[in-house]
C-alpha cells in the first residue's frame, strides 16, 4: 500500500473553492480529477507498476514509484490513462451531468498540453526518448512546456479581462512555471 501525503495547501485550496460555491462546479472538478488519478494508478498496476507514494499538491498530485518505468510505452500508458479515463466519463455523463461532463473533458484537454509536468508532457518527452538522446529531449521538453505555457497564461489573463471567469487558471500557469522552471534553476 502506498503511503499517502495530503499537502495542507492542497486542503485549503479545495476549502477556499469549494466552500463559497453553490454551483456544485468545484465538486465536479475534484471528482474528475480524483477520477484522472485512479485511471493512472489503474493503468500502473495493469503494467504491473506499483506506487510507493501519492502526494496531494493544490494543482495535482504525484505519484511515486519504487522501480523506474519498464519502457516508454509503458509511460506513455499510464499517461495517456488518466485523460481516456476523464474522456470515458465525460461521454457517460454528458446527457445526464453536463457540468460534469465539461469538466471531465477540460482536465483531459488541459493534461494533454505538452507541458513537461502534465500527462502531455510525460507523452512527449516518451516519445522524444524514442527517438533521441536524452539531452535533445529534455531541450525539446522544456521548449514545448515553455510555449505551451506562456499560450495558457495568455488564454487565462484573456479569459480573466473579458469573460466570468474566475482566475484559477492564472494561477495554474504561475504553478506550472514555478513548478517547471524555478525547481529546474
Known amino acids: 500500500m502506498p503511503e499517502i501525503n495530503i499537502k495542507f495547501s492542497a486542503v485549503l485550496f479545495a476549502a477556499l473553492f469549494l466552500l ?3 454551483s456544485g462546479l468545484t465538486l465536479s472538478v475534484l471528482i474528475a ?3 484522472h488519478e485512479a485511471g493512472h494508478l489503474a493503468a500502473m498496476y495493469i503494467r504491473g507498476v506499483y506506487p510507493t507514494s501519492i502526494t496531494v499538491y ?3 498530485v504525484d505519484i511515486i514509484t519504487g522501480d523506474s518505468l519498464s519502457s516508454y510505452r509503458t ?4 499517461a495517456a490513462a488518466g485523460c481516456a479515463v476523464n474522456l470515458l466519463l465525460a461521454v457517460i455523463f454528458a446527457p445526464f451531468i453536463p457540468v460534469f461532463a465539461m469538466c471531465c473533458v477540460s482536465l ?17 518527452e516518451s ?4 527517438c533521441m538522446e536524452e539531452e535533445r529531449a529534455d531541450a525539446a521538453l522544456y521548449t514545448a512546456s515553455f510555449i505551451f505555457i506562456v499560450l495558457l497564461w495568455v488564454a487565462s489573463i484573456y479569459l480573466l479581462l473579458f469573460a466570468p471567469f474566475n482566475p484559477t ?3 495554474f500557469c504561475i504553478y506550472l512555471f514555478a513548478w517547471i522552471f524555478l525547481k529546474k534553476a
Do not use: C, E, Q, T
Open 127 to 130: 516519445v522524444l526518448l524514442m
Open 20 to 22: 463559497p460555491d453553490a
Open 108 to 124: 483531459a484537454v488541459l493534461n494533454l498540453l505538452p507541458i513537461k509536468s502534465l500527462d502531455g508532457g510525460r507523452i512527449l
Open 33 to 35: 480529477a480524483a477520477a
Open 58 to 60: 493544490p494543482f495535482g
Open 169 to 171: 487558471l492564472f494561477f
Open 75 to 78: 509511460d506513455i500508458f499510464i
